[in-house]
């Protein structure tokens, strides 16, 4: 079975500041792990997603992640964080052997930005 | 523009009534799930499909049936619609189910049961 956990359902920073959402994440075998965007009145949108074919992710708008798996974590960062990130990020994780391929969802960080 | 269509995008529905909201993708993507989103929940499976003619139940089925007929249309019908099922409706497909591709995300339904 697998598990995600975000810490924090709000994040708040100011326009430029560092961006940092935290997801652990709990499973028997290597996970599949993603994050998503959801804009307001919006489907949500692939940010990125690790491979297993290196450890840091580059995604769209600027953000990453880094896989960490003796934290069983995979944190979402942005160095200078910009009104048009506002938005609800989920997590999520899906195991691809051994185990449910079904993604398993965050409850969700709303990221707030302030000017 | 190809990707997940959602009909319709709001609705209000009297308790007991029944309704049909309809998921649409033309990308050829064998797997296909509807989603609930609620407030400080996240997102909960509903039901979910492998392919035409396969479906099973996700976290949270009661009140729902789905039928896969085609590898296109993947439609989520409320039996006798409950005040508890007011919420917004996802549906997602992917085309490698066992794959890390991602989900792509239609653009929800709004759904109040009154």
């Known amino acids: 079975a697998q598990s995600v956990t975000q810490l924090g359902s709000h994040v708040s920073v100011s326009e430029g500041a560092l961006v940092l959402l935290r997801c652990n994440y709990s499973?028997?075998?290597?996970?599949?792990l993603f994050w998503y965007v959801q804009y307001p009145n919006q489907g949500l949108q692939l940010l990125l997603k690790y491979t297993s074919a290196a450890t840091l992710v580059k995604g769209i708008n600027g953000f990453e992640a880094e896989f960490k798996k003796s934290e069983t974590s995979f944190h979402l960062t942005k160095p200078s964080a910009h009104m048009s990130d506002a938005a609800e990020y989920f997590c999520?994780?899906?195991?691809?052997?051994?185990?449910?391929?079904?993604?398993?969802f965050g409850r969700g960080t709303s990221l707030i930005v302030h000017p | 523009n190809a990707g997940v269509t959602q009909t319709p995008k709001f609705q209000v529905l009297k308790t007991g009534q029944s309704m049909t909201l309809q998921c649409a993708q033309d990308?050829?993507?064998?797997?296909m799930s509807w989603y609930r989103q609620d407030p400080g929940m996240g997102l909960r499976l509903i039901h979910y499909?492998?392919?035409?003619?396969?479906?099973d139940q996700g976290e949270v089925p009661n009140g729902y049936n789905v039928s896969r007929s085609t590898t296109e249309d993947f439609p989520l019908r409320l039996l006798s619609a409950a005040p508890s099922q007011t919420s917004v409706y996802f549906c997602?497909?992917?085309?490698?189910?066992?794959?890390?591709?991602?989900?792509?995300f239609g653009s929800g339904t709004r759904l109040t049961v009154v």
């Open positions: 999520a994780v899906s195991l691809p052997s051994g185990g449910s391929y079904i993604p398993t």
């Open positions: 997602a497909s992917t085309s490698g189910y066992r794959e890390n591709y991602g989900y792509t």
């Open positions: 990308m050829n993507h064998e797997y």
């Open positions: 499973s028997s075998v290597p996970p599949y």
């Open positions: 499909s492998v392919g035409a003619g396969i479906t």
